[in-house]
T-cell receptor, first 114, second 111 residues
Framework: DVKVTQSSRYLVKRTGEKVFLECVQD?????MFWYRQDPGLGLRLIYF???????EKGDIPEGYSVSREKKERFSLILESASTNQTSMYLC?????????????FGPGTRLLVL | GQSLEQPSEVTAVEGAIVQINCTYQ??????LSWYQQHDGGAPTFLSY????GLEETGRFSSFLSRSDSYGYLLLQELQMKDSASYFCAVRDPGGYQKVTFGTGTKLQVIP
């Protein structure tokens, strides 16, 4: 089974702090994604990566950056956390190539910024 | 860009059949996926339609009509554990694997 793990299930940070959310997948997937999920808004893509050191902006990249130094690890960075970044953050991975559009999600990190 | 529309909430009775619709607008099309998410849990993949027609996986079926930019998820013999949110998703055109999700349909199964 594909396993996607995230570094924390719950996190509380203060406004202005630098926050690191880490995601690791164990299936050698080329593609990795970071989403945030808010009530009534569904899943919104922040950034994705299709290869090591490669990244692309999603729909809401402002206030975030990412890092992918190794294939299995994709990090989301909040440079200076703000209260409007309080949300559920979900990481996902997907193999490259064609085929079913199956993304495998981690359990999520619920971030509260005070 | 891509946009998908789903009903926000649906209620159905245990043992019944329910259909969750999804209409999409996309500049290119690579298929429609469906995901299930229980409260507090991660989304899990349910099904994928690349071509028109019905795909069946146990109690769940998914249908696609590319000419109508429309699909649906059909859940049969509803069980209480089917209470969850259901998301449709389309992959964006172009060479990348970016996916756009709908806002989700919260299904409540009642006894």
């Amino acid at each position: 089974d594909v396993k996607v793990t995230q570094s924390s299930r719950y996190l509380v940070k203060r406004t202005g702090e630098k926050v690191f959310l880490e995601c690791v997948q164990d299936m050698d997937h080329e593609n990795m994604f970071w989403y945030r999920q808010d009530p009534g808004l569904g899943l919104r893509l922040i950034y994705f990566s299709y290869d090591v050191k490669m990244k692309e902006k999603g729909d809401i990249p402002e206030g975030y950056s990412v890092s992918r130094e190794k294939k299995e690890r994709f990090s989301l960075i909040l440079e200076s956390a703000s209260t409007n970044q309080t949300s559920m953050y979900l990481c996902a991975s997907k193999p490259g190539g064609s085929g079913p559009e199956t993304q495998y999600f981690g359990p999520g990190t619920r971030l509260l910024v005070l | 860009g891509q946009s998908l529309e789903q009903p926000s909430e649906v209620t159905a009775v245990e043992g019944a059949i329910v259909q969750i619709n999804c209409t999409y607008q996309t500049s290119g099309f690579y298929g429609l996926s469906w995901y299930q998410q229980h409260d507090g849990g991660a989304p899990t993949f349910l099904s994928y339609n690349a071509l028109d027609g019905l795909e069946e996986t146990g109690r769940f079926s998914s249908f696609l009509s590319r000419s109508d930019s429309y699909g649906y998820l059909l859940l049969q013999e509803l069980q209480m554990k089917d209470s969850a949110s259901y998301f449709c998703a389309v992959r964006d055109p172009g060479g990348y694997q970016k996916v756009t999700f709908g806002t989700g349909t919260k299904l409540q199964v009642i006894p």
